[in-house]
């Protein structure tokens, strides 16, 4: 089993920042790809980008390319979502998950999720 924790949710208002932390225990870090989604009420959970094993690879959709950034440090088993010039459209809970292999851009295929974190983004 692998266990991971995001922190760095918050409130935040359009055009700030935030950083979203998952620290990951329990299997080998560098084995997983990983990757952050959000989910709104009343919506279906999405991705918002997703890192290879070796951080050489990231994705990241439309809707906030440009604007978000993830980034996996592998000695402290940790993958970072940079956000900036946060909308209220990107209110949601947001989830850190983990993928045995390569990335993958739906939540199917990922193994292990966090709990969630709220980000707020007021207008």
């Known amino acids: 089993q692998m266990q991971l924790v995001e922190s760095g949710g918050g409130l935040v208002q359009a055009g700030g920042s935030l950083r979203l932390s998952c620290a990951a225990s329990g299997r080998t870090f560098t084995n997983f790809a990983m990757g952050w989604f959000r989910q709104a009420p009343g919506k279906e959970r999405v991705i918002v980008a997703a890192?290879?094993?070796?951080?050489?690879?990231?994705y990241y959709p439309d809707t906030v390319k440009g604007r978000f950034t993830i980034s996996r440090d592998n000695a402290k088993n940790t993958v970072y979502l940079q956000m900036n010039s946060l909308r209220p459209e990107d209110t949601a809970v947001y989830y850190c998950?983990?993928?045995?292999?390569?990335?993958?851009?739906?939540?199917?295929?990922?193994?292990?999720w966090g709990q969630g974190t709220q980000v707020t983004v007021s207008s």
């Open positions: 890192i290879s094993h070796s951080g050489a690879a990231a």
């Open positions: 998950a983990a993928v045995l292999g390569g990335v993958h851009t739906t939540a199917r295929p990922y193994d292990y």
